[in-house]
C-alpha cells in the first residue's frame, strides 16, 4: 500500500549554495519576548529593528571599516540564523492549542506567537502590530529561557499523539519550544492526520531528528543542525553542543558523525547560545556551561576547520572580536567569536563569507535606520589538504 504521508524529498529543501561564491547572513540573539513585557518595548524594539534590516539589502557596505568589501552593495540576504533565548518565558501557555489542536498546527502561548509574528513568514496568527523581518530561510536556535520559566503550569503539554499523552507541568516549555523547532525545520506525520510540512525545510540527513518523521522528543533527538551555506557549514548546537540537561539528548554522536563526513578543511561556523568565552568558572551566570563542557565540545571540534563562534546569551555586545583560544587546534590558533548583544535592545550582526575571508560588522537601530558600530574583516583559514 502506498504511504499517504510521504517523507518531503530533498528538492523541498533550499538548493546548497555555490561554494565558490559569496554569501551574507544576518545573525540575531535574544529577541526574548516577555509575556510581562512592560510596554511591549522588547517587541516594539524587535520590530523596528526589523524595519531597518529590510533595507539592507538595498544598501551599500560601510566604508568606515576595514572590511573587504567596503562600498559595494550588500545585495542577497541569503539566510537569518539565531542564537536562543526566542522567549522570555519557555513561550508562555496557550490553553486554545491544549483544547483544539495537535502540535503540528499549535501557535504556542503569548511569547511564542510574537516572535513567530516578527520572523516566521506566513504565520497565520500572526499580529497586526509587529513588522515582519522579510528575509528567508530563517534558522532557529533555543536558549536556556526557552526551556526555563519563572511559573509552571498546572497541566503538562498535550503531546497529541493519544488519550491523556502530557508531558510533566514543569516540562512544558521544553516541549512547546522544541515542537517550534519542528514546525519551523522537520514537519512531522503523526496517526491519522496529513503530513506537517515544516516552514524552513532542512534535508533529514543534516538535522538530528528521526529520519522521515520529524521529532518534539527531545528525550531522543538533539534537534542540532547543519546548514551548507556555500564556503562555509553553519552548525546550530542550540543552547550548547552536548546540552543534556533535564534529559535532552546530547547529539554529540550526531555532531561527531556529520563533522567526520564533512572533512577536516571544510570551513565551520558554530552558532550556540552560551558563550565559549565564558563559562561559571569565569563570568558565565549559568551553572550549567562549564569549563568540562566547553572544553569536551572545543576537543570534538580541534581537528575542524572552525572559523568562527556566534553566540548570544550575554546582552551586552561583546568586543570585536573576542577571541577564544583553542589549544589542541593544530596548528594553535584563536577562533573569533562574535556577540553583538541582544535583539530587543536592536543589536545584531551582518556576515559576509567567502572561500577566503569573512567580514563581519556590528549594527544597531536609531529611529528605524541601521547605524554601524563596528566592523573587521578575517581570513578563512586553508588548512593542509
Not at 498546572?154 to 512544558?172: M, Q, T, V
Not at 496529513?194 to 520529524?214: A, E, H, L, M, R
Request: glycine fraction near 8%.
Amino acid at each position: 500500500m502506498a504511504d499517504t504521508n510521504p517523507t518531503p524529498s530533498i528538492e523541498s529543501v533550499p538548493p546548497a549554495f555555490d561554494p565558490s561564491l559569496p554569501v551574507t547572513f544576518i545573525f540575531l540573539a535574544d529577541p526574548q519576548q516577555d509575556r510581562d513585557d512592560d510596554g511591549n518595548y522588547r517587541k516594539i524594539n524587535c520590530s523596528d529593528l526589523n524595519v531597518a534590516l529590510n533595507t539592507l539589502d538595498s544598501s551599500n557596505w560601510p566604508t568606515n571599516f576595514k572590511i573587504s568589501c567596503a562600498g559595494q552593495p550588500i545585495g542577497k540576504i541569503n539566510a537569518v540564523f539565531f542564537a536562543g533565548d526566542m522567549c522570555q518565558n519557555g513561550g508562555d501557555r496557550s490553553a486554545k492549542d491544549q483544547r483544539e489542536r495537535r502540535p503540528p498546527t499549535y501557535d504556542g502561548g503569548s511569547e511564542l506567537i510574537k516572535s513567530r509574528s516578527l520572523y516566521q513568514t506566513g504565520f497565520d496568527a500572526k499580529l497586526s502590530d509587529v513588522d515582519l523581518l522579510k528575509y528567508d530561510p530563517k534558522y532557529f536556535g533555543l536558549g536556556n529561557h526557552d526551556f526555563q520559566s519563572d511559573y509552571t503550569t498546572a497541566i503538562g503539554w498535550y503531546k497529541g499523539r493519544w488519550s491523556l499523552d502530557f508531558s510533566l507541568p514543569e516540562n512544558y516549555w521544553r516541549y512547546q519550544m522544541w515542537n517550534f523547532i519542528s514546525q519551523m525545520h522537520t514537519g512531522y506525520r503523526q496517526p491519522l492526520l496529513p503530513y506537517s510540512n515544516p516552514v524552513y525545510p532542512i534535508d533529514w540527513q543534516n538535522i538530528d531528528t528521526d529520519y522521515g518523521k520529524g521529532t518534539f522528543d527531545y528525550e531522543n533527538y538533539s534537534l542540532n543542525y547543519v546548514i551548507n551555506l556555500g564556503p562555509v557549514d553553519i552548525y546550530q548546537l542550540h543552547r550548547y553542543g552536548g546540552d543534556n540537561n533535564n534529559g535532552r539528548q546530547d547529539g554529540i554522536g550526531w555532531l561527531e558523525g556529520k563533522l567526520a563526513a564533512r572533512g577536516t578543511t571544510r570551513p565551520i561556523i558554530i552558532v550556540q547560545h552560551y558563550l565559549f568565552s565564558q563559562t561559571i568558572e569565569n563570568g558565565g551566570v549559568t551553572p550549567s556551561w562549564t569549563d568540562a563542557q566547553r572544553n569536551r565540545l572545543l576537543t570534538i571540534l580541534s581537528p575542524y576547520n572552525i572559523i568562527a563562534f556566534f553566540v548570544g546569551h550575554d546582552h551586552t555586545t561583546g568586543p570585536l572580536p573576542n577571541s577564544v583560544p583553542v589549544p589542541t587546534l593544530h596548528p594553535t590558533r584563536n577562533v573569533p567569536e562574535f556577540r553583538p548583544g541582544c535583539a530587543f535592545n536592536q543589536n545584531f550582526a551582518l556576515a559576509r563569507v567567502t572561500p577566503s575571508t569573512m567580514d563581519v560588522l556590528y549594527g544597531t537601530v536609531a529611529e528605524q535606520q541601521v547605524v554601524w558600530t563596528d566592523g573587521a574583516n578575517f581570513p578563512v583559514p586553508i588548512p593542509n589538504q
